[in-house]
């Protein structure tokens, strides 16, 4: 079975540029999570999606990020314009449903640098 | 808001040292607690934990649940190099009363263990 994909794995751009991430779930998977995990700490839920919509984004910033899901599959999340503090690694899980408990699968992740 | 407290935050053993790693939280609707193991990319499941007192075990980890004193614990016996990894605790709690998809995991910030040969 394959697993999540996100592209690309290495991402670096300065302060104010725009950058988008992309991920594929598992096939089949009706959940999508997009997860920011700044290093030395845990992931941070970002936004959830229940096929193409949106349950959670609460921790969303919405002044600078996006996501969308458009067709319930793969999923693109944006930065517009970024900042220092953005500088971390979005990583992107997949469940095969919400609620109790689905295993969430995580992608190898995107790592951002912004200078 | 929900936390997540791990401790220690960092740990050095060596290979064959017994390793006990801390997890508590405090949390509104709990549902589950889980252990990630995290090397070099993404998180990988380890355990889920709902009910208190039933220890989980695969091989040389184990972890088991306190919903009373809200804290769970993940035990590494026989420790070997390829357990060197950032491991995490996250707290499954459900946002209200409806069930379905209205529920979070909340991570702690990970205890780096690095086990020396």
């Known amino acids: 079975e394959a697993g999540v994909a996100q592209s690309p794995r290495y991402k670096i751009i300065e302060k104010r540029q725009s950058v988008a991430f992309w991920c594929n779930p598992i096939s089949g998977h009706a959940t999508l999570y997009w997860y920011q995990q700044i290093l030395g700490q845990g992931p941070k839920l970002l936004i959830q999606?229940?096929?193409?919509?949106?349950?959670?984004d609460s921790q969303l910033p919405k002044d600078r990020f996006s996501a969308e899901r458009l067709k319930g599959v793969d999923s693109t999340l944006k930065i517009q314009p970024a900042k220092l503090e953005d500088s971390a690694v979005y990583l992107c899980a997949s469940s095969l449903l919400a609620g109790w408990y689905n295993e969430q699968f995580f992608g190898p992740g995107t790592r951002l640098t912004v200078l | 808001e929900d936390k997540v407290v791990q401790s220690p935050l960092s740990l050095v053993v060596h290979e064959g040292d017994t390793v006990t790693l801390n997890c508590s939280y405090e949390v509104t609707n709990f549902r589950s607690l889980l252990w990630y193991k995290q090397e070099k990319k993404a998180p990988t499941f380890l355990f889920m934990l709902t009910s208190s007192g039933i220890e989980k075990k695969s091989g040389r980890l184990s972890s088991i649940l306190d919903k009373k004193e809200l804290f769970s614990i993940l035990n590494i016996t026989a420790t070997q190099t390829g357990d060197s990894a950032v491991y995490l605790c996250?707290?499954?709690?459900?946002?209200?009363?409806?069930?379905?998809?209205?529920?979070?995991?909340?991570f702690g910030k990970g205890t780096l263990l690095t086990v020396n040969p």
């Open positions: 999606f229940q096929n193409n919509g949106v349950v959670d």
């Open positions: 996250a707290v499954e709690a459900s946002k209200g009363n409806s069930g379905g998809s209205n529920y979070k995991l909340t």
